[in-house]
Each structure stands twice: as structure tokens, then as C-alpha cells.
């Protein structure tokens, strides 16, 4: 009698069975059941979970191409011969088998769902005689067999000979032919021979042509011919049926194998059509608890269209029994109530539902009572529909059932149908079932507010708009709002605000309260909802923010390094530029000294008195702080200098022009230390000597910060050139050696480039 029809299980089957090509698979979807089995259901959910984790991590395991081929594998076990095509198809399967089971065996990590590929046993030995034998058409190969080969090659032979022959016929008889060619009639070859000639050549007939003015006729002297070419094509048959006869034999020992390979399949496949499904619609494998709660979190209705679908966190926990949500009319709690029924069973089936988290308890049943036209179609009333199934629930349910009722009771009298109600009530919490009822009563919702084991909820309603919210509001009570809602279709509001008067008249202080506590709440929720969503603006906004300043540091730290690297050039310049002058005065007697210090204190204090004039990217560095940057901007008496990024104003009286720095660090380093040459050459030098001299040059051109040297070793016999590479490969100060290019030596050169 229970039916899970009303919940909408079976569209939700429908809709997985899209998700794979098996027909099978989509058969099996759709009729499977759900089975109150905790092992069952742990099952279930442990694999789609596997299957989606795989999903999520771009491992798709395909099904195209994959059919039920039992019914070849029954033929074959029961003897009878395979032809060609049906023997490729169930290559093709064993082909779709042995490239799943090869997918599953790259997988890394121990999976549950690896047991159906683990069971799949595959007959290489079988199939690959069938690959041997059958080609992709489905046709024997001319050499499926030695004997078939040289059948094939004799038949060639003869039919080479024959036509041979019979165009020398044609060339010699061409007279008494209708038409010079011939023709294969009953598969012997003829000719078209005239009326008049048709007996000249002996030999049989076989009919005449349309206008009956010719004969087919086969001469006497292809008569052996004919039959020698004919009975090698009947031993060409014969071998066929032969090899195809042998292969069906094959094919019959491991008919069970594959028969059972195939069910693994489809049950992969089944598994992965839910865990597809849970992919494209971004869900969540629920997890189980050894509870009576539940808990929901963002949970939507399956089948709602994303983009209207209103999310909802529902939970049920101690002390209370069950929930009782009350609401407007269209306001959500049919589908509240929906939603949470439908998601346990579709958890239950292994199936993805769609919230960002969800524990469930394992039930022994689920018992729903929601109205349909199925009732009022076999000859019952609303009424009795509803009091037949409850009377079904409450004689069947027990403390492990999850019981769904959607508005305990309609169809009668209200004041009758609020009695049953409390009493179906008081009969459900005696069996301590786990409960979610949905009611329009108010003696059922003061009943649920004074009873600690009954979880007061309602559904939202925006007064403003008179529109529901579909919002779920946890220990709260819900007005009907029918009086607001008929506002916007009664075109007198004369009666609306009547009607507003005859509530008033029997509406108790407690209901008044009530009703505006319940307000009070939807209020807070909604103040709540806008809340959150300005937080989660706040945090895009902070983690903008923090991406920026990253960015920054990153980009600060890359000009820092690059200001040190111009900085380290012009000091290496200005070292080599001392150097110079040093071993000059060393060259120079003291007289000679004198006079050129008198000299060039002379030229600097001339300079001094000279006006500096800057430009537009001249390196300066200002006196204050002795930052060094670059002008940017000159407008009359001030400038605008970039130090490391920063734009910083100042007086061109307050700068100290700046050399410009050379940016090309080889030249400059070549040029600091102009005795330690670019390349070094150990061509024809003992390996030991030649690694010792390549390791004191490297050593001192890394210490004259060169960026890169060239070690010129020659070919030869490659022994040399070896041992320098080995070295090279424990020097901590080397970066990378390559191959000179074609004009630097090739292969004769090494390149060395230092960190």
C-alpha cells in the first residue's frame, strides 16, 4: 500500500537513466527499490560517493559502445554457430571490458567500486583468435586460417584463368555474341550467344535475354573450368563455416564469464549514471548517523529549477519527536516536506542530493500520506483517502519509521477534522515514530507549541508583496494568510476587510501573540538573510583586498631585487674605475701625481660652479634621504622622481645627478675583471688537468659575478667532455651547462651559466 509516488522518486529515476547509454542500465534504474537494508544503503552511498570523487577529479569513466550481448553468449552455449558480425560485436564488448578494467587498474587508492572491474575476467586467448579471424566488417580475413589463404589464392587463380580465357573467346567468337562480354549466370560464367549460333557452341543454357533474341550460354569448353572454380569456392565455405564454427565453440566455454561481465558493467554504470547526475547538479553524498535525527543543510528540491529554487536548512534533533510546520497556502510546505522525504529516499538508493551537507538516520520505513487524484480516481473521497492510508501508516509504523503527512486531515468538517488530527497525533507519539506534518490547524499548532517533543516550524510570507518566501523558519508558527492573499484577487475589498472582522471576533490573545511572535521572527530572518549576504560581500571584498596586497609585496620585492642588481653594477663600475686609476698612479712618479691631483681638483671645482642640467630619465639621487630614482616629470624648478615605484616631488637644486648604470651585466663584469677571459679552452689537455683548470677558472669567473663562461674541450672521443659534465653537476654555484650553438662550437663547447 505504501507508494513513494507522491515524493516524485520516479521522474528522479527517469532523469538518471539519461546519464547512461546502457538500456539495461536505465531499465534497472528505474526499477530498482529501495531497500531498508543499513548495509544495503551504506553500500550504495559508499560507491556513488567513490564514483563522484572521481568525477570531481576529471576521471570519467565512458559506457558508449557497451550493449547486452547475452543473448549472443546464450546461442553460442547452446551450440549454434556465431556469424561473423555477431562474433566482431562480442570482440568489441571483451575490447570495452579489457579498456575499463585497465582504467580502474591506473587508479590510485583503495575503492569499494573496484570490485566489479576486479570480477570482470577477461579471455585474451579467445578474442584474440577472433581478432585474428574477423575483420571490422564482420568478415572473415583471407588468412583467418593456411588453408583458407591458399583457397583464396587458387580461387584468384582460376578467375584469373577463366576470364582469360573467356576474352579470348569474345576476340574469336565475337560474331555470333549479342554483346562482347559475358556474364555470370547460377554462378557460372556465359555468354550471350545468338539464336541463330546458340547451338554451335554445345554446352548448356541458362534462359535468354529480355528481347528473346539471345541465349546464355555456357560452352562446352568452360564447363570444367566452371565446376573447378566452383568447387573451390564450396571448399572456401566450408572453411569458413569451419573457423566460424570453431570460434562459437570458443566463445561457448566462457559464456558464462562475460554473461557475468556484463552485469558488472551495467552496475558500474548504474553507479556512475547517479554519481553523474550529482556532478552536474553539484550535490552531495549524504552521510549516516546512528540516530533518529536529521540534519540538512542548503537543501533544494530536485526537481525545482535551479535558478527560482529557494534553499532550506532542516534539522530534527533531541528532545523532539517530530515537526510541524505550518504557513500560508503556496508558501512552501508541501515542498518542504517533499524535499525532506525524497532526499532520504534518494540517499537511500545511493543517489546524490542537492545541499552543501546532510546527516541521516537509517529508518526501517518511510510512510507518506500526500493528496493525489490516484485516491479520488478508485471511488474514495479526500476524506476517506487520507483515513484509509493513515489508518495503514498507524497500524504498520513503529519507533524506527519516518511518518510524512501533508495537512493531517482535509476534506471535512474543520472542528471534526482538527479532533481526528489531535488524536492521530497523540496515537503517532505513542509509537514514537519520527514525524514531519504539515497543517493549516490552529488547534494543531497550539497543540505543537505546548508539546516540548513537537518542533514548532512555518514557512515565510512577505506581507509587503502578500508573495511567500519559501522560506523554512525553524521554532516558529505560520499563518494561513488567506484573507491577505485573496486581497489581490477580490476586486471588492469590502469583503476582505469583512472577513478580517469575523477573524478578529473568534481570535484568542494567544493567537494574536503568536501570530506576532511569528512575524517578529520571519522579520529576523529576513534581517538574518540580508546579514549574511552582506558578509559574504565583506569577504569577496577582503579577499580582493588581500590579493592586492600580495600582489603588491610580490611586485615590491621584484624591483627591490632589481634596484640591488643595478646598484651592485654600478659599484662593480665604479670599483674597476678606482682600480684603474690606482694602477696608473702606480705607473707615475710622485711629481707626476701632484700635478695631476692639482689638475683634477682644478676641472672639479669648475664643474662644481657649472649648472647642472637635468632631463627626463636621468638617474639622480636626492640629497635629503639619498634615495636613488629616476626623473619622471620636470616642470620649471621641481621634479617628480620614481624611487622603486614611488612618485616623489622635490627641488632640482636638492639632486645630485647620477651616471647611467649599464644594464648589461656581462660587459660590465668583463670589464671590472677584464683578466679573467669569457671562454677557457682545455683542448687536447690530460682529463685530470683539464678538470682541475676548468675548476679554478669557474671558481674565480664566479667570483667576478660573470653571469656565463664558455669551456671549449673539443670532440674527440667524448671522454673529456663527459668528465666535465659530470663536474659540472656538483659545482653548487652552477645553474645550467648546455651545448654551445652552431656558431659558438656545437657539441665541441660546453656553456656554463652560474646562479
Do not use: W
Not at 6 to 16: A, C, G, P, S, V
Amino acid at each position: 500500500m505504501n507508494s513513494y509516488n507522491n515524493l516524485d522518486l520516479d521522474i528522479i529515476k527517469n532523469t538518471i537513466g539519461e546519464y547512461t547509454p546502457i538500456l539495461e542500465a536505465k531499465e534497472y534504474i528505474n526499477d530498482e527499490e529501495v531497500v531498508f537494508n543499513p548495509l544495503l544503503i551504506r553500500k550504495k552511498l559508499q560507491e556513488t560517493s567513490e564514483a563522484l570523487k572521481l568525477l570531481n577529479e576529471n576521471n570519467d569513466i565512458s559506457f558508449d559502445g557497451i550493449y547486452n550481448c547475452n543473448d549472443l553468449l546464450i546461442k553460442a552455449d547452446k551450440g549454434f554457430l556465431l556469424n561473423g558480425i555477431e562474433l566482431r560485436n562480442l570482440l568489441v564488448f571483451h575490447n570495452h571490458c579489457e579498456r575499463i578494467v585497465k582504467i580502474f587498474n591506473k587508479l590510485e587508492g583503495e575503492m569499494s567500486i573496484r570490485d566489479y572491474t576486479d570480477s570482470i575476467n577477461l579471455n585474451n586467448r579467445v578474442f584474440d583468435k577472433v581478432s585474428q579471424c574477423i575483420d571490422n566488417s564482420g568478415e572473415v580475413k583471407d588468412d583467418a586460417s593456411d588453408r583458407l589463404a591458399e583457397l583464396n589464392r587458387q580461387i584468384t587463380s582460376a578467375e584469373t584463368d577463366l576470364y582469360n580465357r573467356a576474352h579470348r573467346f569474345i576476340d574469336k567468337h565475337g560474331a555470333s555474341l549479342q554483346e562482347p562480354s559475358f556474364y555470370i549466370r547460377n554462378d557460372r560464367l556465359t555468354f550471350l550467344i545468338k539464336n541463330s549460333d546458340k547451338n554451335k557452341y554445345q554446352g548448356y543454357t541458362y534462359g535468354s535475354s529480355a528481347s528473346g533474341l539471345a541465349y546464355y550460354v555456357e560452352p562446352a569448353s568452360f564447363i570444367e573450368a566452371n565446376n573447378h572454380l566452383l568447387n573451390l569456392k564450396g571448399e572456401k565455405a566450408d572453411e569458413i563455416e569451419r573457423i566460424l564454427r570453431e570460434l562459437s565453440y570458443q566463445i561457448a566455454s566462457i559464456a558464462e564469464d562475460y554473461s557475468l561481465n556484463f552485469d558488472s558493467l551495467l552496475k558500474l554504470s548504474v553507479i556512475f549514471a547517479k554519481a553523474r547526475y550529482g556532478f552536474y547538479k553539484q550535490g552531495i553524498c549524504a552521510s549516516l548517523n546512528d540516530t533518529k535525527y536529521f540534519a540538512f543543510k542548503d537543501l533544494c528540491h530536485p526537481l525545482i529549477d535551479p535558478e527560482k529554487v529557494v534553499s532550506n536548512s532542516y534539522r530534527l534533533y533531541p528532545p523532539y519527536q517530530g515537526i510541524v510546520i505550518s504557513g500560508s497556502n503556496t508558501g512552501g510546505k508541501t515542498v518542504s516536506l517533499k524535499a525532506i522525504g525524497l532526499s532520504i529516499l534518494m540517499s537511500y538508493l545511493g543517489i546524490p542530493i542537492i545541499a552543501s551537507d546532510a546527516s541521516l538516520p537509517l529508518y526501517d520505513q518511510i510512510y507518506v500520506d500526500i493528496d493525489d487524484n490516484q485516491s479520488i480516481q478508485d471511488s474514495l473521497s479526500t476524506f476517506s483517502a487520507h483515513i484509509s492510508n493513515i489508518n495503514h501508516i498507524l497500524n504498520n509504523a513503529d519507533e524506527k519509521s519516518l511518518i510524512l503527512i501533508d495537512e493531517l486531515i482535509s476534506g471535512t468538517d474543520p472542528k471534526e477534522a482538527q479532533a481526528i488530527s489531535l488524536a492521530i497525533l497523540d496515537k503517532i507519539k505513542q509509537l514514537r515514530s519520527i514525524f514531519i506534518i504539515t497543517t493549516h490547524f490552529d488547534d494543531i499548532k497550539n497543540y505543537s507549541y505546548n508539546d516540548p517533543e513537537i518542533l514548532l516550524s512555518s514557512v515565510g510570507f512577505n506581507m509587503d508583496t502578500l508573495t511567500p518566501t519559501y522560506r523554512y523558519l525553524e521554532d516558529s508558527i505560520g499563518s494561513s494568510n488567506a484573507i491577505e492573499i485573496a486581497s489581490r484577487y477580490f476586486d471588492d475589498q469590502a469583503i476582505v476587510e469583512s472577513a478580517k472582522r469575523y477573524i478578529n471576533l473568534n481570535r484568542t490573545k494567544e493567537e494574536e501573540l503568536l501570530e506576532k511572535l511569528s512575524r517578529q521572527i520571519e522579520e529576523n530572518e529576513t534581517i538574518k538573510e540580508d546579514l549574511n549576504s552582506e558578509k559574504q560581500k565583506f569577504n569577496y571584498l577582503k579577499n580582493e583586498y588581500d590579493q592586492k596586497i600580495k600582489s603588491f609585496e610580490e611586485e615590491k620585492n621584484k624591483l627591490k631585487d632589481k634596484y640591488l642588481k643595478e646598484l651592485n653594477e654600478y659599484i662593480e663600475e665604479i670599483k674597476y674605475q678606482a682600480e684603474e686609476k690606482l694602477e696608473k698612479l702606480n705607473e707615475k712618479d710622485s711629481d707626476e701625481v701632484i700635478r695631476e691631483f692639482d689638475s683634477f681638483k682644478q676641472e672639479k671645482e669648475v664643474k662644481k660652479e657649472e649648472k647642472v642640467e637635468f632631463k627626463v630619465n636621468d638617474n639622480v639621487r636626492i640629497k635629503d634621504n639619498e634615495q636613488i630614482g629616476v626623473i619622471s616629470e620636470i616642470n620649471k624648478d621641481t621634479a617628480i622622481v620614481d624611487v622603486r615605484g614611488l612618485r616623489v616631488k622635490t627641488k632640482l637644486k636638492d639632486l645630485i645627478l647620477m651616471p647611467k648604470i649599464k644594464k648589461q651585466e656581462t660587459k660590465v663584469v668583463a670589464k671590472a675583471y677584464k683578466r679573467i677571459p669569457s671562454e677557457l679552452n682545455i683542448v687536447g689537455e690530460r682529463v685530470e688537468d683539464g678538470l682541475v683548470m676548468m675548476e679554478e677558472y669557474l671558481d674565480k669567473a664566479n667570483a667576478a659575478h660573470m653571469s656565463n663562461v664558455k669551456i671549449i674541450h673539443g670532440i674527440g672521443t667524448g671522454t673529456l667532455r663527459s668528465a666535465i659534465r659530470s663536474r659540472l653537476k656538483k659545482l653548487s654555484y652552477v645553474k645550467e651547462f648546455k651545448d654551445g650553438d652552431y656558431y659558438d662550437g656545437g657539441s665541441a663547447v660546453t656553456m656554463v651559466e652560474f646562479k
